[in-house]
Structure formats: structure tokens, C-alpha cells
Nanobody, 124 residues
Framework: QVHLVESGGGLVQPGGSLRLSCVAA????????MGWYRQAPGKQRELVAL???????SYADSVKGRFTISRDNAKNTVYLQMNSLKPEDTAVYYC??????????????????WGQGTQVTVSS
């Protein structure tokens, strides 16, 4: 079993910063791409940022230049540094990871995992 646990959300004023963290735990053999998604009320979940094992990154146009995704492979952790936050960044942020794990009696299994979500609210 693999679990993703996010932290770091909260309330911040426009122009402020937050740093989200997501730790993957369980019988993990390797993690491929990791990413952050967000879902605002009444809207579909959208990709915010993605990072590969080798460190290549991609971002949604709406966050380019303001958000930075990074990862620590030794700690199975992905981060999202969010600067110059705007009210339109308000959403529940979800961590996602493509994980190869060990499963008893089966061997290995590759699956897509999601965290429980963390609320980010940007408001004065």
C-alpha cells in the first residue's frame, strides 16, 4: 500500500507565498513523475506542475514564473513553492505520483496515487 500525504496549505494574502509538501510512503520501489493538481469550486481538476525523476519540469501557463516544483528522491517528497499568489489560485491542491511498489504475493505493481488534498485560500 502506498500513501501520499500533503501539508503546507492555508490562508494567505494576495502576493504572499506558501510551500506545499507531499511525502509518499509505503512499499515503494521507485517513483516516476510526480505532480501537483488543483481543483477550485465548480471547476475541473487541472494540472499545475509536473516533475520527472530526472528533474524536468512543466507548468500550467497560469503559474509559470510564480510556482516552482521540486523533489527530493531520497525522501520520496515533492514540493510546490508558490509565490505571488493570486485569489484565482484558491483551490484544493492534490499531489499525484506514478509509483512502482512491492505487493505481497504479487511482486511489483505500477499505479497512480493521489493525496487527500490541502486547501489553499488566497484572500485579503
Amino acid at each position: 500500500q502506498v500513501h501520499l500525504v500533503e501539508s503546507g496549505g492555508g490562508l494567505v494574502q494576495p502576493g504572499g507565498s506558501l510551500r506545499l509538501s507531499c511525502v509518499a510512503a509505503g512499499s515503494i520501489l521507485s517513483i516516476n513523475a510526480m505532480g501537483w493538481y488543483r481543483q477550485a469550486p465548480g471547476k475541473q481538476r487541472e494540472l499545475v506542475a509536473l516533475i520527472t525523476t530526472g528533474g524536468s519540469t512543466s507548468y500550467a501557463d497560469s503559474v509559470k514564473g510564480r510556482f516552482t516544483i521540486s523533489r527530493d528522491n531520497a525522501k520520496n517528497t515533492v514540493y510546490l513553492q508558490m509565490n505571488s499568489l493570486k485569489p484565482e489560485d484558491t483551490a484544493v491542491y492534490y499531489c499525484n505520483a506514478d509509483v512502482l511498489s512491492h505487493v505481497a504475493y504479487i511482486g511489483t505493481r505500477r499505479d497512480d496515487y493521489w493525496g487527500q488534498g490541502t486547501q489553499v485560500t488566497v484572500s485579503s
